[in-house]
């Protein structure tokens, strides 16, 4: 199984960015496909975005396009959101999570990952 811790959170006025980051620890986190989600205060828990195995392919939700960005570095074992642009409706807990996975399909579904991280806050004021 496999580790996953966030750090990078914190409270930025709207433009601003933040990266978030994301450690993996226990069995080779190149195994896994890597998903962002984010819950807002009642609302679902959401994906934002993904990165296959590779880096090769990614895939992020239409509200956080040409804003966000997903990238891995599997020697660190760390996999990163770059977000600028913020808007107050970004605002949420964000997770990392992991899905043992091969493919080139990102999974969209809360369910279809095998392991979460413990989120980290961000708020962005307007």
């Known amino acids: 199984q496999v580790q996953l811790v966030e750090s990078g959170g914190g409270m930025v006025q709207a433009g601003g960015s933040l990266r978030l980051s994301c450690a993996a620890s226990?069995?080779?986190?190149?195994?896994?496909?890597m998903g962002w989600f984010r819950q807002a205060p009642g609302k679902e828990r959401e994906f934002v975005a993904g990165?296959?195995?590779?880096?090769?392919?990614?895939y992020l939700v239409d509200s956080v396009k040409g804003r966000f960005t997903i990238s891995r570095d599997n020697a660190k074992s760390m996999v990163y959101l770059q977000m600028n642009s913020l808007k107050p409706e970004d605002t949420a807990v964000y997770y990392c999570?992991?899905?043992?996975?091969?493919?080139?399909?990102?999974?969209?579904?809360?369910?279809?990952?095998?392991?979460w991280g413990q989120g980290t806050q961000v708020t962005v004021s307007s």
């Open positions: 999570a992991a899905k043992l996975s091969a493919g080139a399909y990102v999974p969209k579904a809360v369910g279809t990952y095998d392991y």
């Open positions: 226990g069995r080779t986190a190149s195994s896994y496909l």
């Open positions: 990165i296959t195995r590779s880096g090769g392919s990614t």
